[in-house]
């Protein structure tokens, strides 16, 4: 079994959960990846906020999300930073890019997850992974029944992820590996 953690991560939080979910998922025998979403502007966040220097590497190491890396796993898993509610441009630009396989139904019956974080409250992180979720049944693809992550920052300095998201990503693992999900 595959899972593809595709995010965008600007100072390093969702990047920091994407490790902590795929070296969670890899300790249940699955074949875990990250990707990063396009963000040609992300040296300028790294260059204007000194917490976002401290992942730039790592982030920007990343291998490029892509529509194929989509159909190549069996578990979809997507991060994104809420901007007013709504995932950022980088994110919907990439969701716009897999408009093919949706007419296609290139995805149907994959299994998936969304997280987010933000800075303007856990509603508004709730509001932007919404939309992944809302990507997700339009692609027809399973959500795997386990509470969105929603991660808060602090606006002025982002607060990395606390021990708690070992729990989190350790039952997101769990239910990831259900054979069928009870569908």
């Known amino acids: 079994m595959r899972a593809n953690i595709i995010i965008h991560s600007i100072s390093g939080n969702l990047y920091l959960i994407a490790d902590t979910f795929a070296e969670k998922l890899k300790e249940r025998g699955i074949d875990a990846r990250i990707y990063g979403v396009n963000d040609p502007d992300l040296h300028l966040a790294a260059n204007e906020r000194t917490e976002a220097i401290e992942y730039y590497e790592e982030i920007t190491?990343?291998?490029?999300?892509?529509?194929?890396k989509l159909t190549s796993a069996d578990i979809i898993i997507l991060g994104t930073p809420s901007r007013f509610g709504m995932?950022?441009?980088?994110m919907k630009a990439f969701l716009d890019s897999t408009w093919p396989l949706y007419r296609k139904?290139?995805?149907?019956g994959r299994k998936f997850y969304g997280f987010s974080s933000t800075t303007a409250g856990d509603n508004d992180g709730l509001?932007?992974?919404?939309?992944?979720?809302?990507?997700?049944?339009m692609m027809q693809l399973y959500p795997i029944p386990f509470e969105p992550y929603i991660h808060l920052e602090n606006e002025i300095m982002p607060q990395r992820p606390s021990d708690m998201i070992d729990t989190i990503a350790e039952r997101l693992a769990e239910m990831a590996g259900l054979p069928d999900l009870g569908l």
């Open 61 to 68: 190491s990343l291998p490029e999300a892509t529509p194929e």
């Open 87 to 90: 995932p950022t441009a980088e």
């Open 127 to 137: 509001l932007a992974v919404s939309c992944l979720y809302r990507w997700a049944e």
């Open 105 to 108: 139904e290139g995805l149907r």
